[in-house]
């Protein structure tokens, strides 16, 4: 098999699996007891919230557990929206996943607030950053952009989309769902406020966080039961009792990417390069070295798919095509097959082995506006588990399919 469903979600080395199972076979119990299994439960509590910031650049205080990022995202948009007055503005993105769109709409709608939405361009699907910022004014609370869009793969400058939120002291809230599997996410570098990722992205379980910086987490109403601790380190934003089994998979899944420090960044085996590492600063500079050898291995595979896309006749590739840029860019390409509808060039290409999504990847804008249809297109998506060989055979199976060469879409045609 290979996977180039990554944005969709990525595969778990064994590690995580283990990670789970462990969790459930011997220390599952609630949180707060004076017993074995239930202070390993809270000594895992702490080491997820450590692990989430480290991976972030976070403090472990500053991270909250949900059970995805569009359940978080609503969460808090929510709050924001409880401290702002009508007619204060939003602006979001029509680059972004609908979980960083439709929340920010929903939160409007109650409160009286205006959201605008900075375009992308009609070319080649990037954010027009001059556009964006010419929507920021006296009274925007919150800037809502993605660090990397899920169905092209471009990446917008975080930093200048931060800065600009800041100059009129909104809030710069980063989807970071789809970048962290690629590359390192420093949130004060960046300078955001609020980051959101799913573990199950960055080969994790099924699990969304997000890192609220704290002056933000503390001023921000929470729902909370009256009882609940505000203890670290649960957060303000976390009700109820957490996914336990998830966070300790979590946990694996950051310690399987610093792994990848020594190891490279390459191969097909997932579960290469897992090895248990501590928590803090050590395991912050692996994750930078970890991230370096990802980069270096994803920009190899897109380079290696952009060269040989435009011998494919008949296949059209939407959003940033260069591949002397692969460095704008995650290895995630959207593309279309003339004549083939994108749910019959995903199945031709499932019966190969090679699993890839079709639709509209939730982010229907941007697949409007480049002209695609209601089918939406074929999304290709690189993780640093695969290998060249999985490209080229990629390609040739692409090519084949375009040419009419697939046995049972030819019957079918
Ligand atoms: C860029 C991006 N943002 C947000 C989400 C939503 O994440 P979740 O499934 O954790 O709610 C996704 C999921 O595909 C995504 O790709």
């Known amino acids: 098999m290979a996977y180039f469903d990554g944005p969709g979600g990525s595969q778990a080395p064994r590690a995580v699996i283990d990670a789970v199972a462990?969790?459930?076979?011997?220390?599952?119990?609630?949180?707060?007891?004076?017993?074995?299994?239930?202070?390993?439960?809270?000594?895992?509590?702490?080491?997820?919230?450590?692990?989430?910031?480290?991976?972030?650049?976070?403090?472990?205080?500053?991270?909250?557990?949900?059970?995805?990022?569009?359940?978080?995202?609503?969460?808090?948009?929510?709050?924001?929206?409880?401290?702002?007055?009508?007619?204060?503005?939003?602006?979001?993105?029509?680059?972004?996943?609908?979980?960083?769109?439709?929340?920010?709409?929903?939160?409007?709608?109650?409160?009286?607030?205006?959201?605008?939405v900075a375009p992308i361009r009609a070319g080649d699907g990037t954010l027009d950053h001059d556009a964006l910022e010419a929507l920021i004014g006296e009274r925007t609370r919150v800037v809502a952009f993605t660090l990397a869009s899920n169905a092209l793969g471009n990446v917008p400058d975080a930093r200048r989309l931060a800065a600009a939120a800041h100059r009129v002291g909104a809030l710069a809230w980063a989807d970071g769902v789809h970048l962290a599997p690629h590359r390192r996410i420093d949130r004060d570098a960046l300078g955001l406020d609020v980051v959101l990722c799913s573990p199950y992205k960055f080969f994790g379980p099924h699990l969304?966080?997000?890192?609220?910086?704290?002056?933000?987490?503390?001023?921000?109403?929470?729902d909370r039961v009256r009882?609940?601790?505000?203890?670290?380190?649960?957060?303000?934003?976390?009700?109820?009792?957490?996914?336990?089994?998830?966070?300790?998979?979590?946990?694996?899944?950051?310690?399987?990417?610093?792994?990848?420090?020594?190891?490279?960044?390459?191969?097909?085996?997932?579960?290469?390069?897992?090895?248990p590492d501590t928590h803090g600063s050590r395991r912050r500079a692996r994750l930078d070295s970890a991230y370096e050898a990802i980069r270096v291995h994803e920009e190899s595979l897109a380079g290696r798919f952009l060269e040989q896309i435009p011998a494919i006749s008949g296949l059209r590739l939407h959003g940033l095509a260069d591949p002397g840029a692969v460095a704008e860019r995650t290895p995630t390409f959207l593309i279309e097959i003339e004549g083939h509808p994108p749910r019959e060039v995903a199945a031709a290409l499932g019966r190969r082995g090679m699993f890839a999504w079709d639709g509209d990847f939730y982010a229907p804008a941007p697949l409007r506006l480049l002209g695609l249809g209601p089918e939406g297109g074929v999304r290709i998506g690189f993780l640093h588990y695969n290998a060249a060989a999985e490209v080229d055979a990629l390609l040739e199976a692409l090519a084949e399919i375009a040419a009419g060469r697939d046995a049972e879409l030819a019957v079918a045609g």
């Open 227 to 275: 009882a609940a601790s505000s203890e670290p380190p649960g957060h303000r934003f976390e009700a109820g009792t957490l996914n336990h089994e998830a966070l300790a998979g979590t946990v694996a899944a950051i310690d399987y990417l610093a792994g990848l420090a020594s190891g490279g960044g390459g191969g097909t085996d997932a579960d290469e390069g897992a090895e």
């Open 208 to 222: 969304g966080l997000a890192a609220i910086r704290s002056e933000l987490a503390e001023r921000l109403p929470a």
């Open 22 to 116: 462990g969790y459930l076979e011997r220390s599952n119990a609630n949180a707060g007891g004076a017993f074995a299994s239930s202070r390993e439960t809270d000594e895992l509590l702490a080491a997820a919230h450590g692990a989430a910031a480290d991976l972030v650049g976070a403090k472990p205080g500053e991270i909250a557990f949900g059970a995805n990022m569009t359940t978080l995202n609503f969460l808090l948009s929510h709050a924001v929206a409880r401290t702002c007055a009508p007619g204060d503005e939003i602006v979001v993105t029509q680059l972004d996943h609908d979980a960083n769109v439709s929340p920010w709409f929903r939160a409007a709608e109650d409160r009286d607030l205006v959201v605008r």
